[in-house]
């Protein structure tokens, strides 16, 4: 049980390590979807809650993939999932960047940077739509996204001072 | 992750005679300074802090070339800083270095991120919780939002647009499976690219 688990976790992870172009954004809609709606490894309002604890902790987004293994196999299903969501991709950059390095005049450096540019764009606002789908968000947490988003757009509010004021304003709300 | 804005243009030709001098950076350096960034940084502010620690702190890429690493790290799978531990550490180091850059960025965070996960078992009941991470969940889609809405600033041609956009609905809004999509529209945007942009560009 725990075997099939953690091999539902690699397969999973291992194949959006590859297609997570410009970052963990791209992926946040499809690992909603397989975890939620395809595995039944959690609630939409448990992965959401995942996505903002992943998002409130240092080092890389993608550490969700941590977190998502954690609730499904335990210890060894944070590690799984990290190894799936990390060692691929990293085997293509260390690839990339050798060839990089080897063809420095080559034009179809420009090219492919300028093709991924659109697909990567796409992902991300894709993800932000399936996170706020997954919430069942309501008014008040719409309003804040745009006015973060905002925010973070036109002026240099640091991002954990918006977060301080976000969650305690929720809190506080709550207790209302 | 775009915070290039905010980069001083300080201490240009020291770095560029330290790069021709080729130190052989210690691993520890490196592990060090991947280690630090990893669970301080976050998000919106990693470039930022790479770019403090690498560019005006260690001189190990010059300006340009970490604007090359950063596009890169971005144009490739992967999370961002970890594309650019490997770029950095590779380059420095070869493959070992690479690695150790890449678990620098990664384990230290791995386990801040499980005891978070630790608490949130024990407390996740709590709806006092449960409203906070509804906050930051908000706060995380703003993020997510702000990095689209700056990259896609830069796209202004109408067929990386119509391609951008085929994405969006495709994935976002009819739930369509990502990998087939992406499989199938990010050749035919590169190849577009090739067809339109070259000669221009050249």
Partial sequence: MTGDRLLGLLLVFAPLSLLSFGGGQAIIADMQHQTVDIHHWMSGPQFVDLFALSRAAPGPSTLIAALIGWQVAGFFGAVAATIAIYVPSSLAVYAAVRWWHASKDSPWRAVLQRGLAPVAVGLIFAGAVAVLQAAHVNALQIFTTVIVAGLLISTRIGVYTIMAVAALGFALLQLV | ?202
């Fill in chain 2, 1 to 202: 992750m775009l915070n290039l804005d905010r980069k001083p243009r300080r201490g240009r030709g020291m770095e560029s005679k330290q790069l021709l001098q080729k130190p052989r950076v210690p691993l520890l350096d490196l592990l060090n300074v991947f280690f630090w960034v990893g669970i301080t940084s976050f998000g919106g502010s990693t470039a930022a802090w790479l770019y403090r620690e690498i560019v005006e702190r260690n001189g190990w890429l010059d300006e340009d070339g970490f604007v090359t690493a950063l596009t890169l790290s971005q144009a490739l799978p992967g999370a961002n800083p970890v594309n650019l531990a490997i770029y950095v550490g590779s380059q420095l180091r070869g493959g070992v270095g690479g690695a150790v850059a890449a678990f620098g960025m990664i384990g230290p965070a791995f386990c801040i991120i499980l005891v978070l996960g630790y608490v949130y078992t024990q407390f996740g009941a709590s709806p006092t919780v449960h409203a906070m991470l509804g906050g930051l969940a908000a706060v995380g889609v703003g993020m997510t939002l702000s990095v689209g809405v700056k990259l896609a600033r830069h796209i202004r041609k109408p067929i990386p647009i119509v391609i951008g956009g085929t994405v969006f609905v495709t994935v976002g809004v009819l739930h369509w499976p990502m990998v087939p999509i992406v499989l199938v529209l990010a050749p035919l945007s590169i190849a577009l690219e090739r067809l339109t942009g070259w000669k221009k560009r050249l």
